[in-house]
């Protein structure tokens, strides 16, 4: 696992909003398209992959984010052990899947940081520095998308009523962080 200093080093409060990082969370990223991919991934995970867009799929230990029509984002619904980046799904999707030639297997856990933020006001948050239109998602549990949050690329996961999971590349994180904490702060 990488040595990093992670930028989000408290949980923000606000009146109707808080913001925490959360880690360590596994982070898979799956490609594929044939049938026989979609029957190795369906075994691996105990769950079948969603297929419609901007959506996702939970079972009790993973979450399944949609992508792109041949690409998946796989996280633990749990924390996992910080000192390592050895991952048994990984390795089993590894053996089934890249070395087979139906898809691609990669950790992306190290390239995301997760953030969860819940309160009244996420949607109002997110609205004055993203050109997409929430209303529509906010009433949908499990919808995603990916979008632009204040100039930055991230993927947004729904989980619930004023809850949900905002994945940012690490390189972004810190600028992101401290533009939630100014926004926020003016809500």
Not at 97 to 112: E, R
């Amino acid at each position: 696992m990488l040595n990093y200093k992670s930028p989000i080093n408290t949980e923000i409060k606000y009146k109707d909003i808080s913001i925490k990082e959360v880690s360590p969370i596994m982070k898979l990223n799956l490609r594929g398209k044939k049938r026989e991919f979609f029957t190795a991934v369906g075994k691996h995970l105990d769950m079948i992959l969603p297929i419609e867009a901007n959506t996702s799929s939970s079972s009790s230990k993973l979450t399944s984010i949609w992508l792109s029509p041949d690409e998946w984002m796989i996280i633990s619904n749990d924390i996992t052990e910080k000192d390592t980046n050895k991952y048994i799904l990984e390795e089993n999707l590894r053996n089934s899947i890249s070395k087979t030639n139906l898809g691609a297997v990669i950790d992306v856990t190290d390239h995301f940081v997760m953030l969860e933020l819940e309160g009244m006001n996420i949607y109002e948050l997110f609205s004055s520095g993203s050109p997409f239109n929430f209303n529509q998602f906010r009433e949908k549990k499990g919808s995603t998308t990916q979008t632009l949050l204040n100039n930055i690329d991230v993927i947004i996961h729904n989980k619930g009523e004023n809850l949900v999971n905002l994945f940012v590349r690490r390189s972004f994180s810190e600028h992101l962080y401290s533009w939630i904490n100014d926004s926020a702060s003016r809500l």
